[in-house]
């Protein structure tokens, strides 16, 4: 898929990777749709890509919410070939901590928006896909899912986010393998640490001891190598079923 004959949604699309991917893809002329929570970070958005953007407020862990966005979206990009699942949160905490056992709501809340939320993103994304007119080889969209490389070395603390990303890897070639039918491929990104906002107010100690932790380069990834990683995956019509990590080699300790 050429990157100008993009129209994709992108969920948390407003801030961190998701706004990289947007920022990325805008400026190699793709039309963007960006589903989040946050209506101020929405409105800057739009004003700063134009008309190339539209924002969409809306909750992915809601099935209904989810399907109506994408609907909309597509009426706002005249068809809709790509989506992107950034919409995450780190859910982190023991399952056995100071105050107890982990109450179940918490490791149900990191669940329903990493995983459930990439879900219901995914299956509202092909539904409207299959309808598209087939393209070189047959595509007619892309949907790219954001893991985690704690899907794989989860840490002490990280029990329901791995869970909730490794739910995400798990589900990519089984999906990939459905979707084979109507010509929608299914690829997903698993991130090492990368520098988003989060880590703005990170004491320099601790931020230059996580960099020192990543073999090589040694430091934090940047969002704009996760944006071209997935401008990557869109243009390749090969890569299908697969999970990616951009990592810099690392591999996370116990903690």
Known sequence: MQLDQVKAVITGGVSGLGHAVAKHLVARGASVALLDINDEKGAAAIAEFGGKASYHRTDVTSEEGVTTAFKQAAEKLGGLNTAISCAGILGSGRVLGKEGPMPLKNFQTTVMVSLIGSFNVAKAAADLMQ??????????????NTASIAAFEGQIGQAAYSASKGGVVGM???????????G?????????????????????????????????????GTPEEFASTVAFILENRYLNGGVIRVDGAIRLAPK
């Open 172 to 182: 990519t070639l089984p999906m990939a393998r459905e979707f084979a039918r109507i």
């Open 184 to 220: 929608v491929r299914v690829m997903t990104v698993a991130p090492g640490v990368f520098h988003t906002p989060m880590v703005d107010g990170m004491p320099q100690a601790v931020y230059d001891s996580l960099c020192a932790q990543v073999p090589f380069p040694s430091r934090l």
């Open 131 to 144: 309808h598209n007119a087939p393209g070189a080889d047959g595509e007619r969209g892309v949907i790219v």
